[in-house]
Structures are given as C-alpha cells and as structure tokens.
C-alpha cells in the first residue's frame, strides 16, 4: 500500500519534472520500524508510482527477503527521478524532504535506516559508500547502515563483462548484506 506524498505536485523542486506525480513512500504491513531509503526513483517507479520496483529494485527486494530484512517503509530522498537519471542536487533532495517527504521528519521514527547507495548514504553519514557501507552509524536520523546499491552492481557486472575480469561490486553487496542480517 503507498500512502504519504501520494498525487502532490512539485513545490519548489524546479528542476525536475513540472507534471509528474511524486513517487510517494510505500508502507507496507511489516511493523518492523525499519525504513529503506534510496536515491530517486527510476523510471518504473516513476511510471508506476513506487519505489524499488524496476531492475534494482527487484534485487533489493529479493535480497531483503532472502535475508529475513521487513521493511516497513521504502522510500527515496527523491520523490522524482532526475532529468537524465543524473545525481539529485542537495537543493533538490531538501526541498523534497521539506515538501513532500515530511513523514520522514515528523511521524516515521524508525528504528534502524537502510541507506541505499552512495547518494543516501553520504546524505545520513557524510561518508562515501565504500567507507561506510556494512556498518551502522548513530545519527540524529537515529541508527543508519548504509550498503551499496543493487544499480552499482548491475552496472559493475556489465564493465566486468567488457574488461573481462570478475564482477566485484557483487560481493562488496553480499558483505553489506551479511553485515547488515547480523547487525539484526
Ligand atoms: N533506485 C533508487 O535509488 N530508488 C528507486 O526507487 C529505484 C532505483
């Protein structure tokens, strides 16, 4: 089920989409307190309206479940993906939390953050991925534990094709999740 940000338009978010729709939080019925929290949505998500349901979404997905992770909230720091599928802005990811994902500010209080990717993971923890991933960090968010995003992954299984050498992101993301189940 999505409820949150559900049909509200852009506010002060100019540089990205002046008519689509934001991609809201999903809640889903896991009372876990755990909130899953990515970069901005793709295009699937866009088209779709939730989070986490193209390609990587799907891996993070099966990941979560294939080691006992209930989200009960998944979301993004973006409620829309970005012209070209570039980085967002700090000015864009402030104004949507300002405007749009105010839940995340006013009545989640979840207790364990999953940050997805570099994006969200220098936003909670100021730290790059490959310092931070697989770890937990005490925050004024509250706990987060950054791990690498499944689309780094993808992405490095296809350069590894081209160069011919093994795809090592694959299992910098086992690492993280293994950290991550025995952190639970
Ligand atoms: N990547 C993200 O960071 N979020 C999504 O929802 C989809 C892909």
């Known amino acids: 089920m999505t409820q949150g940000g559900a049909g509200k338009r852009r506010g002060r978010v100019e540089s990205i989409h002046p008519d689509s729709i934001a991609v809201p939080i999903e809640y889903t019925d896991n009372h876990t307190g755990i909130l899953v929290i990515g970069e901005a949505p793709g295009a699937e998500e866009q088209r779709t309206g939730t989070p986490f349901v193209g390609r990587s979404g799907h891996i993070l997905r099966s990941a979560f479940e294939r080691i006992g992770v209930q989200p009960e ?18 000015q864009e990811i402030d104004a949507c939390l300002r405007e749009h994902n105010t839940q995340l500010w006013h009545d989640l209080h979840p207790r364990l953050i999953i940050a997805v990717g570099t994006i969200a993971c220098q936003f909670f923890t ?20 950054p791990i690498l995003h499944p689309a780094a992954v993808l992405h490095d299984i296809n350069q590894a094709e081209k160069e011919n050498r093994l795809p090592l992101a694959m299992q910098e993301f086992e690492n993280h999740l293994n950290a991550l189940r025995n952190y639970l």
């Open 73 to 90: 909230w998944i979301t993004n720091l973006l409620c829309w993906q970005p012209p070209a599928n570039r980085d967002p802005t700090s």
């Open 126 to 145: 100021g730290q790059r991925i490959g310092a931070a991933g697989g770890r937990y960090y005490n925050t004024s968010w509250g706990i987060v534990f």
